[in-house]
């Protein structure tokens, strides 16, 4: 099921007056530091990009950023209403865990059908656990008449300023690193945001990626709203029906590029992180990585955004999936340049010639264009 999707339209706020900025990021990271310690940054060599590891997150998601934030936030404000939610995974994991340490109740909507696992992760830290309809539409609109009713503060899952600028709280943990270019992955669009706020004053490219079919952030930015249903995607965290409208106008000023992945490819990605790099990613948390290779840069950053992915599928894609062998580096000398041309004649001279072996001749322009060579960090 996925965490984000939202109601129609029509039942959302008007949010044009409503601001994030830098200083939001900034306050929120001041907040979760005593919390929530840094993940770490892993040199994923064979991809040749650098992985923020938000799969090794608290609740297994950078999730619990903006829930936290959101409710440290509204303590400072004098806000001790109860917190309720509408969400099938990490949202509502985030949640119970922020309302737990904060001593806040909370209550998250989960529609018929949610993994049985992420039911018992939200009831685990006490938090109440409501399940209401058979889509996320549905859990969302009833969270948000409970809200009325009770006079409950209803926290999206993205389309929040205060859950923006602690998804942002990522983008400050990587600036130190100085990348050149800084890859997100895009449901409802509060990760991309927020990174986006944190990273642009730095000179930074911040680029989101999105799954073929799964591409409502793409079609709002280019003036399409309407709601369509995204298709079944192993990226079920970012399968959203209609994107956020707060965050809708900050991706369309801040992002330089968002890129569409083929659903294979996510597939294939998610297999070899695991097998290659021995990382555990959900399928929205590889769809950064994914989009990697589509994005030009010498110092790349993906953000592996979570790793709650069911045992069960995880087990079926390691049985069906067989990952292209990586590509092998082209050795180089001290200076860092390419071996000279005596390692490639004393080659030529061990090798049949074309004639014989009935392969095409290449000249040397063409030899060298077809040695491709992983970017290394």
Known sequence: MPDAGRAPASNE????????????????????????????????????????????????????????????????????RPVIAASAGNHAQGLAWAAYRLGVQAITVMPHGAPETKIAGVAHWGATVRQHGDSYDEAFAFAKELAEQNGYRFLSAFDDPDVIAGQGTVGIEIAPYTPDVVIVPIGGGGLASGVALALKSQGVRVVGAQVEGVDSMIRAMKGDTAPKDPVASLADGVRVKVPGF???????????????????????????????????????????????????????CAVVSGGNIDATVLAQLLSDVRPRPPRKPRRRNPEGEPSPAKGRASRAATTPSPAKTGARRLDAPAMEREVHEEPIW
């Open 246 to 300: 707060i965050t809708r106008r900050l991706c369309s000023q801040l992002l330089d590029d968002v890129v569409t992945v083929r659903e294979a490819e996510l597939r294939e990605t998610l297999v070899r992180l695991a097998l290659e790099e021995n990382l555990i990613a959900e399928g929205a948390g590889a769809l950064a990585l994914a989009a990697g290779r589509r994005v030009a840069g010498k110092r790349k």
């Open 13 to 80: 706020p008007d949010v044009g007056d409503v601001v994030v900025t830098v200083a939001d990021v900034l306050a929120a990271q001041a907040r979760l530091r005593r919390y929530l310690p840094p993940t770490p940054l892993h040199h994923a060599e064979r991809f040749g990009v650098m992985l923020k590891l938000e799969n090794l997150q608290r609740t297994g998601s950078y999730k619990v950023r903006g829930a936290l934030n959101a409710l440290l936030a509204a303590r400072e404000r004098g806000d001790r």
